[in-house]
C-alpha cells in the first residue's frame, strides 16, 4: 500500500451487509484506511468471508444464522434475516472485540453498514467508537430519513408537490426511492430495512456516505441545508481507476460472482473507441421480464456494438430470434469485472439500473449512461444522471405503464452515442471524472475527511 509507514495508527472493525452492493464500498474503505497505517479487521458472514481476497486485510467470518445459503435466497424473509443476524452477530462482534482487547492493537471504532444499525449497541456496549457507513447517496439518506421521522407520509402520495430538502435537489415522485412510493405495499421488508437505518444514526459518532463534495449539494438560498449530517468519503471505488496511491488496487477484492474477464478485453479490443453500448444491471440482476424484452429490442433496433451482462435463465426469455441477429454484434456473459469494462476504451455508453455503485462507477470513469432504473434509490440516481450532471440520460416510462420501451431506450441510446448531444454530454462526463479523481487524490476533500477520521482515533491512544 503506497501510503503505509511505520507504526499502525488504529484498529477499526468493519461489518458491512452481505451483498456485493455493500460489500464492494466497505471492503474498499478498508483498503483506503489500511494505505494510511489503519490495521483493519472485516467481520462478515460465513457465506461471504471467502469472497473477500485482499491480503492486507483480516477477515473474521461471523454467523448470520444462514451460513450455507446467500442472503438474496429468492422466498427468503428479509425480517427474519434481520432478527437473526442482529441476535448472532451482536453475540459476535462483542467476543471480537473483547478478544482484542488483550492484544496490542485492541479495536478502537466500529464502522457498521446503515443496514445493521444494531452495530452501535455493540459499540456503545464495548466502549469504542461507532462509524455508520451509508451506502446511498445522502439525497436518498436524507429523503429516507424524512420518512423514517415522519416528516413526509408514508406511503409518497404520487399527486403530492416536489419533494424539498434544502440544500439538495427536489424530487418529484417518480425519482423517490421506491420502497417508499410504488413498491412500499408490495416489497414491505424492504421498506423497512431502509427506514431502520436512521432511528439512532445521529448517535453515531460519524456518519459516512459514499459520495464527494459538490456531487449533490448545492447553496442554500434561506437557513441551512437540510440534508443529513454526513462525511463524504467517496467514491469508493478502486485507487488504479482514480489517484492511483493504492499500489495493484484494479479491483474490489470481493467479488461473490466469477467475472468473464479474458474473453470480454479480447472481444473489446477488436471495437472501435467509444463505440461500444455496455449494458449490466447489477449484481442483484433485477429487470422485470416485460422491461427486458424492451431492452434487448431496443439493442437490436440500434444497430450498436453490445457486451450484455446477464444471467443464463434471463437469456431464455430474450425475443425470439434476438441472439442469432445481433451475434456480429454482442457479447453476452454472466459476470465481468465492470470497472475494467468501464474503463475500455471502446466503451461509449453504460445502459445501466443506476444502482448507486454503478452510477459513481460510471461517473468516476467518464463514461456517458443511459438509465433504466427498476427499483429502490435508482429511480434517485438516474434523475442525476440526466439533470443534475447531464452526464446522459433517464430513459422515461410510459404513461400509465411502469416499463421503458424499446423507442425510448433507442433515443436515448443514439442521444449519447450521436450527434451534438453527445458532445456535451461527454464534456459533462469528463468534467465530473476529474472532480471524482481529485477528490480522492491527496489533499482532496474525501481524502482529508478520512484522514480526518483517522486523526480522531488516534487521540484515543
Known amino acids: 500500500m503506497a501510503e503505509s509507514t511505520n507504526k499502525l ?20 474503505f478498508a483498503k483506503r484506511l489500511v494505505s494510511k497505517n489503519v490495521k483493519v479487521t472485516i467481520a462478515t458472514t460465513t457465506y461471504t468471508a471467502s469472497s473477500i481476497t ?69 459499540a ?34 404520487p399527486n403530492s408537490a416536489p419533494f424539498l430538502i434544502r440544500g ?22 424492504h421498506g423497512r430495512v431502509l427506514l431502520n437505518q436512521f432511528p439512532n444514526h445521529e448517535n453515531a459518532d460519524w456518519l459516512f456516505v459514499n459520495g464527494f463534495e459538490g456531487l449533490e449539494t448545492q447553496d442554500c438560498e434561506i437557513g441551512e441545508s437540510e440534508a443529513m449530517r454526513a462525511t463524504l468519503i467517496g467514491p469508493m471505488i478502486p485507487s488504479a481507476y482514480l489517484d ?42 433485477v429487470i422485470f421480464e416485460k422491461q427486458l424484452v424492451e431492452v434487448a429490442m431496443a439493442l437490436q433496433e440500434s444497430n450498436l456494438s453490445f457486451l450484455w451482462v446477464i444471467k443464463e435463465a434471463h437469456i431464455a426469455k430474450l ?70 450532471w ?9 404513461d400509465g405503464e411502469a416499463i421503458v420501451k424499446s423507442k425510448e431506450v433507442v433515443r436515448c441510446l443514439k442521444g449519447v452515442m450521436e450527434g451534438e448531444s453527445s458532445v456535451k454530454i461527454r464534456e459533462s462526463s469528463k468534467k465530473w471524472k476529474y472532480l471524482a479523481v481529485k477528490a480522492m487524490s491527496e489533499g482532496g476533500s474525501s481524502d482529508r475527511s478520512i484522514n480526518e477520521f483517522i486523526e480522531s482515533l488516534g487521540k484515543k491512544h
Open 319 to 388: 425475443p425470439e430470434g434476438f441472439v442469432e441477429s445481433t451475434k456480429d454484434r454482442a457479447l453476452l456473459v454472466s459476470w465481468v469485472n465492470q470497472l475494467e469494462v468501464l474503463a475500455h476504451e471502446s466503451i461509449g455508453c453504460f445502459l445501466t439500473h443506476c444502482g448507486w455503485n454503478s452510477t459513481l462507477e460510471g461517473l468516476s470513469l467518464g463514461v456517458p449512461m443511459v438509465g433504466v432504473p427498476q427499483w429502490s434509490d435508482q429511480m434517485n440516481d438516474a434523475k442525476f444522471v440526466e439533470q443534475v
Open 124 to 157: 456503545r456496549s464495548m466502549e469504542v467508537s461507532a462509524a455508520s457507513f451509508f451506502t446511498n447517496n445522502l439525497t436518498v439518506c436524507s429523503v429516507l430519513r424524512k420518512f423514517s421521522n415522519g416528516t413526509f407520509p408514508l406511503p409518497a402520495d
Open 54 to 122: 485482499t491480503p492486507s486485510l483480516s477477515v473474521e467470518p461471523i454467523s448470520d444464522g444462514f451460513d450455507s445459503i446467500p442472503i438474496a435466497t429468492p422466498g427468503s424473509s428479509i425480517d427474519l434475516y434481520s432478527e437473526t443476524f442482529k441476535l448472532l452477530g451482536s453475540e459476535a462482534l462483542t467476543r471480537l472485540i473483547e478478544k482484542s482487547k488483550s492484544t496490542e492493537s485492541p479495536i478502537d471504532c466500529l464502522v457498521y453498514d446503515s443496514f445493521l444499525p444494531w452495530g452501535l449497541e455493540v
Open 168 to 189: 439538495l435537489p427536489s424530487l418529484r415522485y417518480d425519482e423517490l426511492p421506491s420502497f417508499v412510493g410504488r413498491h412500499w405495499f408490495s416489497h414491505p421488508e
Open 9 to 28: 495508527k488504529s484498529h477499526v472493525l468493519i461489518l458491512p451487509y452481505p451483498v456485493q452492493g455493500h460489500l464492494n464500498p466497505m471492503v474498499q
Open 390 to 398: 447531464k452526464v446522459g440520460y433517464r430513459a422515461k416510462e410510459e
Open 244 to 285: 492511483g496511491r493504492i499500489k495493484d488496487d484494479k479491483d474490489y477484492g470481493a467479488s461473490l460472482m466469477k467475472p468473464v474477464s479474458d474473453e470480454c478485453m479480447e472481444w473489446l479490443g477488436t471495437k472501435p473507441n467509444q463505440s461500444v453500448v455496455f449494458v449490466s444491471f447489477g449484481s442483484f440482476g
